[in-house]
């Protein structure tokens, strides 16, 4: 495929169902998480990223879901500091 150029939705569900029920192995994501970290995004990046998500409306499950998600996070990163002291 050549960068600009059209996709029927034909062409984007058959993409779509060649991809399900494949993954990443642990490893390739790892390497794709550290070339992420530490990247800096402009200003203007920032304020479109922003702009996409205001006004989007999640369920009260979701956010649910979200705050059980964070918690867990703030343990393991928690956790791995103390065992850093010791």
Avoid: C, F, W
Wanted: no cysteine; hydrophobic share 25%.
């Amino acid at each position: 495929m050549r960068k600009g150029s059209r996709v029927s939705e034909e062409t984007k569900r058959k993409m779509s169902e060649a991809r399900k029920g494949k993954y990443l192995p642990d490893e390739t994501r790892l390497k794709i998480s550290e070339t992420m970290k530490g990247r800096k995004l402009s200003e203007e990046t920032k304020r479109k990223m922003s702009g996409a998500k205001k006004g989007i409306q999640l369920s009260e499950e979701h956010k649910k879901k979200i705050s059980e998600s964070m918690i867990k996070a703030k343990r393991i990163i928690n956790e791995v500091k103390i065992s850093k002291i010791r």
